[in-house]
Nanobody, 129 residues
Framework: QVQLVESEGGLVQAGGSLRLSCAASVHTFSRYAMGWFRRAPGKDPDVVAAISGSGGTTYYPDSVKGRFTTSRDNAKNTVYLQMNSLKPEDPAVYYC??????????????????????WGQGTQVTVSE
């Protein structure tokens, strides 16, 4: 089990930016693919970004492509989510999650919540119009 601690979210105006970070307590962070999910009230969590253990491969759904960027610093055991051009449909509780990569799978990412075994506490992101 990986302990994940997310930074605080916040209130941002539409069109604004916000960066989330997620620090992992684990010995070999690079062995874990990381994902960012969001859950709006009454809905299932949706992936908004995923990154491989090496950091060399990323995934974004169309809803955030070109606006959100994920990156990681394996030396600091931290993954980031940079959110730009925030829209009124982006508010949700945002979670980071960790999934142990398969052997030799450091270029793989995962996009299903069921692939992830460890989750952060979640942080609220609110966008004002």
């Amino acid at each position: 089990q990986v302990q994940l601690v997310e930074s605080e979210g916040g209130l941002v105006q539409a069109g604004g930016s916000l960066r989330l970070s997620c620090a992992a307590s684990v010995h070999t962070f690079s062995r874990y693919a990381m994902g960012w999910f969001r859950r709006a009230p009454g809905k299932d969590p949706d992936v908004v970004a995923a990154i491989s253990g090496s950091g060399g491969t990323t995934y974004y759904p169309d809803s955030v492509k070109g606006r959100f960027t994920t990156s990681r610093d394996n030396a600091k055991n931290t993954v980031y989510l940079q959110m730009n051009s925030l829209k009124p449909e982006d508010p949700a509780v945002y979670y980071c999650a960790a999934a142990e990569s398969r052997p030799y799978g450091d270029s793989e990412y995962y996009i299903s919540p069921s692939d992830y075994g460890s989750w952060g506490q979640g942080t609220q992101v609110t966008v004002s119009e």
